[in-house]
C-alpha cells in the first residue's frame, strides 16, 4: 500500500514551453501533497505545500506564477512549470500523505526528470 | 532557519558497520527521519525518531539525542545494495527539511 505514482518519469522541452508533471496516490487518499526539487548530487528543497481545494502554500524564494500548482482532488497534484528555461532542469518529486500512515509519513513518487533545452 | 549537516561521502567495506552522523539546528523539532535514495530514485523511509534512544530495524538502526541536536544512523552488515545516498530530515510544522545527504559507497 501507499503508493505514489508520477507521470511523466522524464520530460525533455524547448525553453519557453511550459510542462505539466502529475503525482497520484494510487491506493490511498492524500490530505496533504508536497513539491521537492533536487539538482544533482544536492538535497531535496521543498518548493510548496499542496492541501486538496485549497491554494498551495509556496516557500520563500519560489515563484508561484512560474510553477503552478494545483490539487484537483484527493488523489491528484499537478505542478506545471511555465516558460520553462534551462536554469529549470532539475529532478521534481512529489510526496503524500494520508491513508492512515504513522508520523505523518511522506510517501514519495518516483520523480519525474526535467530537462530544458 | 534550518541547518542539517551529514558527512558528503563515505566508503566501507562489504559486510563492515558505517554510522552516519546528523546534526541539526532548527526552528523547531517534530521528529527526525532518515530515508535512503538510490541515484535518480526517490527517497524511501528507513526510520524515524521522535524520542531520545536508539531504533532498531534489522540491519538498520538510528540514534537520536534531541539535547545535543544529534542522530546517527548505523549500517549493519553491509551489502553492496547498501551503496546509496542517505538522507536526513528533521520534521516540523508539518514539514520535512533535508540535509544534503551522504553517499555510502560499499567496496567488495
Known amino acids: 500500500g501507499a503508493v505514489v505514482s508520477q507521470h511523466p518519469s522524464r520530460v525533455i522541452c524547448k525553453s519557453g514551453t511550459s510542462v505539466k508533471i502529475e503525482c497520484r496516490s494510487l491506493?490511498?487518499?492524500?490530505?496533504?501533497m508536497f513539491w521537492y526539487r533536487q539538482f544533482p548530487k544536492k538535497s531535496l528543497m521543498l518548493m510548496a505545500t499542496s492541501n486538496e481545494g485549497s491554494k498551495a502554500t509556496y516557500e520563500q524564494g519560489v515563484e508561484k506564477d512560474k510553477f503552478l500548482i494545483n490539487h484537483a482532488s484527493l488523489t491528484l497534484s499537478t505542478l506545471t512549470v511555465t516558460s520553462a528555461h534551462p536554469e529549470d532542469s532539475s529532478f521534481y518529486i512529489c510526496s503524500a500523505v494520508g491513508g492512515g500512515a504513522a508520523y505523518n509519513e511522506q510517501f514519495f513518487g518516483p520523480g519525474t526528470r526535467l530537462t530544458v533545452l | 532557519g534550518q541547518n542539517i549537516d551529514q558527512p558528503t561521502e563515505m566508503t566501507a567495506t562489504e559486510g563492515a558497520i558505517v554510522q552516519i552522523n546528523c546534526t541539526y539546528q532548527?526552528?523547531?523539532?517534530?521528529?527526525l527521519f532518515w530515508y535512503q535514495q538510490h541515484a535518480g530514485e526517490a527517497p524511501t523511509f528507513l526510520s524515524y525518531?521522535?524520542?531520545?534512544g536508539l531504533e532498531e530495524k534489522g540491519r538498520f538502526s538510528s540514534f537520536l539525542s534531541r539535547s545535543k541536536g544529534y542522530s546517527y544512523l548505523l549500517l549493519k552488515e553491509l551489502q553492496m545494495k547498501d551503496s546509496a545516498s542517505y538522507l536526513c530530515?528533521?520534521?516540523?510544522?508539518?514539514?520535512?527539511?533535508f540535509g544534503a545527504g551522504t553517499t555510502v559507497t560499499v567496496r567488495a
Open positions: 491506493d490511498f487518499q492524500a490530505t496533504t
Open positions: 532548527t526552528s523547531g523539532f517534530n521528529g
Open positions: 525518531n521522535v524520542l531520545d
Open positions: 530530515a528533521v520534521y516540523n510544522d508539518y514539514k520535512l527539511s
